[in-house]
T-cell receptor, first 112, second 117 residues
Framework: DVKVTQSSRYLVKRTGEKVFLECVQDMDHENMFWYRQDPGLGLRLIYF???????EKGDIPEGYSVSREKKERFSLILESASTNQTSMYLCASSLDSSYGYTFGSGTRLTVV | AQKITQTQPGMFVQEKEAVTLDCTYD???????LFWYKQPSSGEMIFLIYQGSYDQQNATEGRYSLNFQKARKSANLVISASQLGDSAMYFC??????????????FGAGTRLAVHP
């Protein structure tokens, strides 16, 4: 089974801190994604990557950046955390888009 | 622009009965894929079913079936013989065609299903 692992289940950070959310997948998938999930809004795509060192903006990239130095790892960076970035963050990976996407268990980030 | 709409914020159903969760989509791409995911209270996203835009038959996976009406741009999820463990949030999602970012999924707002004994 494909496994997508997010390093933290819960995080509490202070406003203005630089925050790193890490995601690792173990099945050599080309594509990786970062979403945030908020009640009533579903999942919204922040950034995605289809290859090492490649990245594409999603629908809500402002305030975020990403890094993909190795195929298995996709990091989401909050350059200066703000309270409106308090959310659930979900990482996903896929090999072939016809077969769906495998999600990590999520990181619930609270910015205080 | 591509869009997924789930108009039912919450639904409830009696155990052992069938329930339909609505999903409509908007895209100008001829090639696209539609997905349903289940998210229990534990938070993980569980893939349920997939329908390709060129598939002739409606997708089925065990108790889940997708009622795909292409002309109406709808992709409703039907759960037959509901079980208590089906209580969860359900998301409809679409993978865009080439003009919509081929590999990215866009999601609806979700429907929370409660199964009553």
């Amino acid at each position: 089974d494909v496994k997508v692992t997010q390093s933290s289940r819960y995080l509490v950070k202070r406003t203005g801190e630089k925050v790193f959310l890490e995601c690792v997948q173990d099945m050599d998938h080309e594509n990786m994604f970062w979403y945030r999930q908020d009640p009533g809004l579903g999942l919204r795509l922040i950034y995605f990557s289809y290859d090492v060192k490649m990245k594409e903006k999603g629908d809500i990239p402002e305030g975020y950046s990403v890094s993909r130095e190795k195929k298995e790892r996709f990091s989401l960076i909050l350059e200066s955390a703000s309270t409106n970035q308090t959310s659930m963050y979900l990482c996903a990976s896929s090999l072939d888009s016809s077969y769906g996407y495998t999600f990590g268990s999520g990181t619930r980030l609270t910015v205080v | 622009a591509q869009k997924i709409t789930q108009t039912q914020p919450g639904m409830f159903v009696q155990e052992k009965e069938a329930v339909t969760l609505d999903c409509t989509y908007d895209t100008s791409d001829p090639s696209y894929g539609l997905f349903w995911y289940k998210q229990p209270s534990s938070g993980e996203m569980i893939f349920l079913i997939y329908q390709g835009s060129y598939d002739q038959q409606n997708a089925t996976e065990g108790r889940y079936s997708l009622n795909f009406q292409k002309a109406r741009k709808s992709a409703n999820l039907v759960i037959s013989a509901s079980q208590l463990g089906d209580s969860a949030m359900y998301f409809c999602a679409m993978r865009g065609g080439f003009s919509g970012g081929y590999n990215k999924l866009i999601f609806g707002a979700g429907t929370r299903l409660a199964v009553h004994p």
